[in-house]
Every structure is written in structure tokens, then in C-alpha cells.
């Protein structure tokens, strides 16, 4: 195997395979997702922040996680787009430990939020009375900022640490960069990083589903010893929270079994839409959920896009 030294001039060969009869059908259909993406979750942060009546903690977590969305879409799909309209795909290492960065904060980011959101829940429906003072703004921003900071952190030790491992090789399983793919890479002993690789899947993939899991089995017990009319405000506010939670999630574990542990013995398709499923579906159902189930919302974008469509056809007459 060859040694690479010269790791900035590296250019590594993604696992695309032969796309080249069905490139451009996918090409097309990676814009139209990218361009979803961008219109669905920019719609729900316009919506929320034109309006002072929805700038309560649910809907500024609610943008955060549209925030991180398009930042999750935007990470991945321009650079799968460039790829798919050329015969050879391939990714610069600068470029490859940049996405590696961006792909693994986008899942930080995602599942930390949703931890957040359910301890929200939990102080809602647990402590309705003294809701607004433990949840005030200061305190969202804080959850935030601390949930942003708690991966960023993580991710960029994990980072650092691949950065520093010598390739012997430069092809990549998946059709982008992720840091195991990069990791199996080196020609030299890699248990440091396995090891703190496995940390950082536990404090994010293990602990944060927990802390959700600890939330609503109090939020349960609450409506328990509610009135129905209670109970069913709770689950109108709970239910795309718990969807979202549990397609997130699945797609997580999915991706960590699959490239962990049975990398090559699943066929190549499943692979291919396993590894996307995580970065192009939450963008994409979280502001669809959230749209349709929160009636203040939904309200809120039926008149921004009314309003448009309006605009639209008086400049064309």
C-alpha cells in the first residue's frame, strides 16, 4: 500500500461506484432536495422570527433546529451535487476533514436540540406553573449555546485526532466523508481513536437519547394523573417532537451499526441510502412536522405564502 505524505495535495476517491448512466437523475434530484431544504426550514425561522407572538422557547428551538437543518444540508448536498455531474468523484483531504466536521456537528447538533426540546416539554407539562421561570430566554439561549458547544467540542477533538493519522489508502466506503471512513484509512495504529470514537457515539448517541427517554417517562407520569383535555394538549405539542426523535435516532443507530460494525456485507443500494437518509430527511420533516402540526405555525406560513403567492401574481400583471 502507498504511503501518503503529503496529506494537503491528497485527493481521496468517494464511494459513489458506477453512477454514470443515473448521475444526472440524481444530480437533478439532490438540487431539488438541497433547494427543499432551504425554502422548508427558512420559512419556519422567517415565520418565527417576524412574529413576537411565536418567540416563546418551543418555537426558537424549533428554528434552531431548522438553523441546523440548513446547515446540515448545506455541509452535504452542494459538494454530492458537484460530484454526481463528474465521471470521477472525488474530494480533497482539506475537504474531507471539513465535511467530516460539518456532517458530525450537523448530528450533534440535531440530537443535543432534541434533548433540549424534551426537557422543555418536561417543564412544561411537569411544572406548567412555574414553566416561564425556569424556561425563560436567557435560560433558551443558554440551553442552546450549551447544546451547540457540547458537540462542537466533541467533534473537534475528534477531528483533531484524525488529522493527525497518516493514509495508506484513498478510497472512501460512503459517497462522503465521515470520520470512521477516514480512520480505516491509516497505515498506522488507530485504538486511540477508536476508543474516544466510541466516547463520542456514547455522549451523543447514547446519553442524549437517554436524557430524552428520562423526559417523557416524567411528561408520561404527568398525564397519568391529568384530565383527558390536558393529556391531549400534550400529545398535539409532543407528538412531532417524539417523530422527529425517533427517525433522527434510527437513522443514527442505523448509520453506526452499519459502517462500525457490517460495512461491506450490506449491498451497496442500502449503503448508499442509509448514509444519505440522516442528512437529507430530518431537514427535510422537521419543518414539514412542525409546520403542520403546530396550528400557530401552520397559520403563520399559510399567510406568508399566501401573501406571496399574491405578491408573485401582482408582478406579473
Known amino acids: 500500500m502507498t504511503n501518503y505524505t503529503d496529506l494537503k495535495s491528497l485527493q481521496l476517491i468517494l464511494g459513489f461506484g458506477d453512477m454514470s448512466s443515473v448521475r444526472y437523475f440524481y444530480?437533478?434530484?439532490?438540487?431539488?432536495?438541497?433547494?427543499?431544504?432551504?425554502?422548508?426550514?427558512?420559512?419556519?425561522?422567517?415565520?418565527?422570527?417576524?412574529?413576537?407572538?411565536?418567540?416563546?422557547?418551543?418555537?426558537?428551538?424549533?428554528?434552531?433546529?431548522?438553523v441546523n437543518g440548513i446547515y446540515g444540508g448545506?455541509?452535504?448536498?452542494?459538494?454530492?451535487?458537484?460530484?454526481?455531474?463528474h465521471k470521477i468523484q472525488t474530494i480533497s483531504y482539506i475537504g474531507c476533514l471539513t465535511q467530516v466536521f460539518c456532517t458530525?456537528?450537523?448530528?450533534?447538533?440535531?440530537?443535543?436540540?432534541?434533548?433540549?426540546?424534551?426537557?422543555?416539554?418536561?417543564?412544561?407539562?411537569?411544572?406548567?406553573?412555574r414553566y416561564h421561570s425556569i424556561m425563560s430566554m436567557p435560560t433558551v439561549f443558554k440551553l442552546i449555546s450549551a447544546a451547540w458547544l457540547y458537540a462542537t467540542t466533541l467533534i473537534t477533538i475528534l477531528v483533531m485526532m484524525t488529522s493527525r493519522l497518516p493514509l495508506c489508502n484513498s478510497a472512501i466506503l460512503k459517497i462522503y466523508c465521515d470520520n470512521w471512513s477516514v480512520v480505516r484509512l491509516s497505515c498506522v495504529d488507530t485504538t486511540a481513536n477508536n476508543i474516544y470514537g466510541l466516547f463520542v457515539t456514547v455522549a451523543l448517541v447514547g446519553?442524549?437519547?437517554?436524557?430524552?427517554?428520562?423526559?417523557?417517562?416524567?411528561?408520561?407520569?404527568?398525564?397519568?394523573?391529568?384530565?383527558?383535555?390536558?393529556?391531549?394538549?400534550?400529545?398535539?405539542?409532543c407528538t412531532p417532537h417524539l417523530i422527529s426523535i425517533t427517525v433522527f435516532v434510527t437513522d443514527v443507530f442505523f448509520e453506526v451499526l452499519l459502517y462500525r460494525f457490517v460495512p461491506t456485507t450490506v449491498p451497496y443500494e442500502l449503503?448508499?441510502?442509509?448514509?444519505?437518509?440522516?442528512?437529507?430527511?430530518?431537514?427535510?420533516?422537521?419543518?414539514l412536522m412542525y409546520g403542520i402540526k403546530m396550528k400557530e405555525i401552520k397559520m403563520r406560513l399559510e399567510k406568508l405564502f399566501d401573501f406571496s403567492s399574491i405578491t408573485a401574481h401582482k408582478l406579473m400583471v
Open 27 to 66: 444530480s437533478a434530484i439532490v438540487l431539488i432536495g438541497f433547494m427543499m431544504i432551504i425554502l422548508y426550514n427558512g420559512a419556519v425561522i422567517s415565520v418565527v422570527a417576524r412574529h413576537k407572538s411565536l418567540q416563546e422557547p418551543m418555537y426558537i428551538f424549533i428554528s434552531a433546529l431548522c
Open 74 to 85: 448545506a455541509s452535504f448536498l452542494p459538494n454530492l451535487f458537484v460530484n454526481l455531474l
Open 104 to 129: 458530525n456537528t450537523y448530528v450533534g447538533y440535531e440530537i443535543t436540540l432534541l434533548a433540549v426540546m424534551a426537557f422543555d416539554r418536561y417543564a412544561c407539562i411537569c411544572n406548567p406553573l
Open 207 to 237: 446519553l442524549m437519547p437517554l436524557l430524552i427517554f428520562m423526559s417523557y417517562v416524567e411528561i408520561l407520569k404527568a398525564c397519568a394523573k391529568s384530565s383527558s383535555h390536558i393529556r391531549d394538549k400534550a400529545l398535539q405539542t
Open 271 to 287: 449503503r448508499v441510502v442509509m448514509s444519505v437518509q440522516i442528512l437529507v430527511v430530518p431537514p427535510l420533516l422537521n419543518p
